[in-house]
């Protein structure tokens, strides 16, 4: 979310005439994007601020922003402490950007920020392509969440859920499409809770135009007003030209038959779920208010993999929340291993200003007993999400070429429909093959490592809507 927010400034401001650089010297503004969901936000904000102090004394002419979910937080501490920042912008506001640069030049530093009471369509009509990658596109559908987990800092930063009209949403794909973006994910805190605020909205008032798509209501099967994610996932999956179609992040405890069936039956919805455990623990589960089980969990689980074909599974784990005992962990381990993760985002524990899980300072767990226990997860999840990838060697995989890679000459990346990471040797000079970023194409998985694959190019596929196969000739 936060890195679809940067991209969103970004295109704001290059529709207001500036162009993009690397370098700080040149730029006549820059952008700070914080997001206080990791950790030590505010001591790398004020270290490059004490950095860009500098550059500002060299450059008069130039404006920084703050911006995200520390500027949501702070407030106006962050002008008291750098007053050589020129604008603070919340989360909700994003949009304001270009106008708040242009206010501060004639009255100094400038603090807005909103509360998601004022969030309105034009907050979420910002769009933008991803930074190097032209072809797939962030789609926000929904802001802020209605959970409270002990530990996230979320609600208290990013507001309460609020859903984008539902025919905004496809309209948003449709010209995404016509203008070549072929992949889209579709993002919110809790994807499957979508439409729910839409629907109390519309009982309260009798107006029904959230739910409108063309001519008709969007209702669920026992037809009551309430647009399921699962016909977002339906609807944006039928636009021409979008092949892929992905989402972040499903609560496990809301995610709903209807999402699930739309994964199984959707050719373009891909055979990947980011399914967030946090913990194996049911006792840990229940302190930190996530509203299921381990056993639950897991069932759902169960229930996915049974449903969707060759589904790739993904997850967050926190190690080290207040009060895990030695019994506690062991059972995360076990949840783990039974799980089986294609990968997993392993966090230690630390305490979010505000949370309630940061007032259990009592409670708190030695730094060395969380790192053995974070190392020893690491082995698990590294073995299953290593099976996991093994199990790919041999097969051939249609992937979405993102471009050279970055580190090794002579090799391209790509993703799988399962999102893994494949490197592939470019195609050799001379060769008839045109591979370029947003091409899709055919590659034989020929290793595996815990983290990427390798493989070898098979063939390469037009991009979908002209769909024909181009000769490849290699070596
Ligand atoms: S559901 Fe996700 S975003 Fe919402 S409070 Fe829990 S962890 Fe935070």
Redesign the pocket.
Known sequence: MNEHDSERIASLLVKDGYSQTDDVEQADVVVLNTCCIRENADTKLYGNLGHLKAVKDRNQDLQIVVAGCLAQKDRDEIAKRASWVDVVVGTHNVSRVPALLEDSRNYGTIVEILEESAIDDELFSLTATRANLPFSAFVTVQVG?D???AF?I??AVRGREVSRKFGDIVAEVERLAQEGVTEVTLLG??VNSYGRDLAIEARRSGEYDRFTLGDRYVVDSAHSLRPLFSELLREVSAIEGIERVRFT?P?PKDIRPETIAAMAEVRQVMNQLHF?LQAGSDRILAMMHRGYTAERYLAKLAAARQAIPDLAVTTDIIVGFPSETEEDFEATLEVAAAACFDSAFTFIYSPRPGTEASLMVDHFIDPEVIQRRFDALKVVVEHSALLKHQERIGRVEMVLVEGPSKKQEGVFSARTSQNKLVHFARPKSGSQVRLAAGSYALVEITSATPHFLRGDLVDVVAPPRHRRKIDVAVG
Do not use: A, G, I, K
């Open positions: 969440c959970n409270n987990c996230c979320v609600p805190q809790n992040s609560h967030p």
